[in-house]
């Protein structure tokens, strides 16, 4: 009992401490989940706010190309634009020969304009075909001086389709995350290149800037959200070769959540202090009557083994009295008594039921000639033969010596009650080739009684049934008979009896 005891107690405290380390793992969690949607929701935000900001070199670009055609308005308006825009921090313009149009710093030469154009765009090195290919696209090259200032280079077509000139920003990503300095503490975010580091990180208000990334052209794919381990998301910049990562410090987001965690511990003690107390006053109290429950413990084991022992009896007598010894099927006692309840549905019925009597044909000159033990098997070899020739719910049982008796039930028509007859016949009739060595022939004469035609009760029934069994006798054994009452013919098939023996 004390075991039981210490048992149910140690079960309470597994529970009650399954139960807070649960609630306090859930709270955290739901926190993380929480925390990994708002990064989330923000990564496609400035996911979707830089992808705006590097698709308006397009439209400088058209601006650009009216001041390549000459108009001398454009400039201005390619200044206003970029009034508005802190994120790029210098422009250029160039013709397709390589000379500088406009410059937003004022530069007259743009040497390192120049020298990029050339690495990054195939047109300024008079490769015809990669000029072609070229023309209208973007490429982002590489950052100089600071990683986070990245070089965008936008090739102008003309009418024809052919190389008009070039547009060249610079896009500053620090600038671009500086407006997103207040988001709060506890927040990451970076923007990283093609190869996976960050260019620029913005980290508790402050940028970190890293190493330039090489050159890397516009892409064309469209990417999803991804989850990263922990409370981090990226997402990438549809069509360019950057990720927007966006983080939150675990420590941060459970912060808020230690003191009521602490609660938690603190009741889950008190709980567990309270159930151990208690499990030390019931061991205390049970040893008292330890004795006690052991004597009674044991009256009941006996009492229980004894019932157990009689329920055996029980139904070891009830297997010997109701069943055949040899053979294992229902005796006589039993078949009277299942017989008669099958009766009693059958007068709700409308379907036919029919009893057999059955005698096996040449038993007894079998069993003096090849002896008992021959016989015996013969009798359980002519019970397993009936038994699997038959339909699961009807009825065989041994009424003694080499004397059958079927129930059949729910019967449509009486040709199938001659059918399963003759089946019986013709499977019994075949030989048995191995009884104790033996190759062994026997048959079958059946007596078939109706119900409710030929009586009423299995009595009645079983006389009916012998009656009409000899009668299938005297026409020639190996046959069945239905019994005669005048009323309807008889039905007899017959099949040739006999004993062989295989050499010893």
Not at 333 to 339: D, G, P, Q, S
Not at 387 to 402: N, P, T
Request: proline share 3%.
């Amino acid at each position: 009992m004390s075991v039981c005891f210490v048992l149910l107690s140690s079960l309470v405290l597994v529970v009650i401490w399954g139960i807070t380390m649960m609630h306090v793992s859930s709270e955290k969690k739901m926190a993380m989940e929480s925390a990994s949607g708002e990064s989330k929701n923000m990564a496609a935000i400035l996911a979707s706010n830089l992808n705006d900001r590097l698709d308006r070199a397009m439209l400088y670009g058209s601006v650009a190309n009216k001041v390549l055609d000459g108009d001398a308005t454009a400039a201005e308006y390619l200044n206003l634009l970029f009034n508005g825009d802190t994120a790029y921090v210098r422009s250029a313009v160039f013709d397709a020969e390589m000379k500088l149009r406009y410059s937003s710093s004022g530069s007259p030469t743009e040497g390192g304009f120049a020298d990029l154009i050339r690495q990054m765009h195939p047109a300024a090195s008079n490769d015809s075909d990669d000029a072609a290919r070229k023309v209208g696209s973007v490429v982002l090259g590489k950052a100089e001086g600071y990683a986070w200032r990245i070089p965008l280079l936008i090739s102008l077509n003309s009418p024809r389709n052919n190389v008009h000139g070039f547009f060249v920003a610079v896009l500053d990503l620090g600038r671009f995350l500086t407006d997103y300095q207040k988001i709060g503490d506890g927040y990451r975010i970076s923007v990283d290149g093609a190869s996976g580091l960050p260019l620029v990180t913005l980290s508790d208000g402050k940028l970190i800037g890293n190493t330039s990334e090489g050159i890397v052209s516009k892409s064309s794919g469209n990417e999803n959200t991804h989850s990263l381990p922990g409370v981090s998301n990226y997402q990438k910049v549809e069509g360019y070769p950057l990720t927007i990562t966006v983080s939150m410090d675990p420590d941060f987001i459970v912060a808020d959540l230690t003191q009521s965690h602490y609660e938690y511990i603190r009741y889950a003690i008190v709980i567990s202090i309270a159930v151990v107390t208690l499990t030390l006053i019931l061991i205390w109290i049970s040893y008292h009557r330890k004795k006690l429950y052991q004597r009674l413990e044991r009256s009941e084991r006996e009492k229980i083994c004894l019932i157990e022992q009689l329920e055996k009896e029980k139904t070891r007598a009830y297997q010997l009295a109701s069943h055949d010894y040899l053979t294992g099927i229902p005796n006589r006692m039993l078949f009277n008594e299942l017989a008669a309840a099958e009766l009693s549905r059958a007068k709700r019925s409308p379907n036919l039921y029919a009893l057999f009597f059955i005698d096996l044909d040449g038993f007894k000159p079998i069993n003096d000639t090849l002896g008992h033990a021959v016989g015996d098997l013969l009798l359980q070899s002519v019970a397993q033969r009936l038994c699997a020739s038959l339909r699961e719910y009807d009825l065989v049982a041994r009424l003694g010596g080499d004397e059958f008796v079927v129930l059949l039930s729910d019967i449509k028509y009486q040709s199938q009650i001659a059918d399963i007859a003759d089946k019986l016949v013709k499977t019994v009739g075949a030989p048995f080739l191995n009884i104790a060595g033996h190759e062994v022939c026997t048959s079958l004469s059946i007596g078939i009684a109706l119900f409710p035609d030929d009586g009423h009760t299995v009595d009645e029934l079983l006389s009916k049934a012998d009656t009409a069994m000899y009668a299938a006798k005297k026409a020639g054994k190996g046959a069945y008979r239905f019994h005669d009452s005048g009323m309807r013919g008889a039905h007899v098939s017959r099949l040739p009896t006999g004993t062989r023996y295989l050499s010893a």
